[in-house]
């Protein structure tokens, strides 16, 4: 759970600022951390949703967090998709 929501608000926030640098036209200096930024923040939506189903499948585990979890990384992983198509105008 906590690796999907760090993935969302992570992706949330680097997709701020690269939109704030396209708006101030200083998006060609920082284009490039920002898409790498993005993409492992991306990754960590993706570990997120892994961990997630695999914790509904454990019997020890609360099938509520892991559903969060699930949720939130697909969250953050298909937010970085979305706003890389946003940004890129396609």
Do not use: E
């Not at 690796?3 to 939109?19: D, E, K, N, P, Q």
């Not at 961990?51 to 949720?71: C, H, M, N, Y």
Request: hydrophobic share 55%; net charge positive; glycine share 18%.
């Amino acid at each position: 759970m906590y690796l999907g929501i760090t993935s969302s608000a992570l992706v949330f926030g680097i997709a701020l600022c690269a939109w704030m640098g396209i708006s101030q036209r200083w998006i060609q200096l920082a284009g490039t951390p920002l898409f790498v930024c993005g993409g492992a923040s991306a990754f960590l939506g993706f570990l997120a949703a892994i961990l997630g189903a695999a914790g509904l499948f454990g019997k020890d585990r609360s099938r509520t967090t892991a559903i969060v979890g699930l949720v939130l990384g697909i969250l953050g992983a298909c937010m970085f998709l979305g706003f890389l198509r946003a940004i890129s105008g396609g």
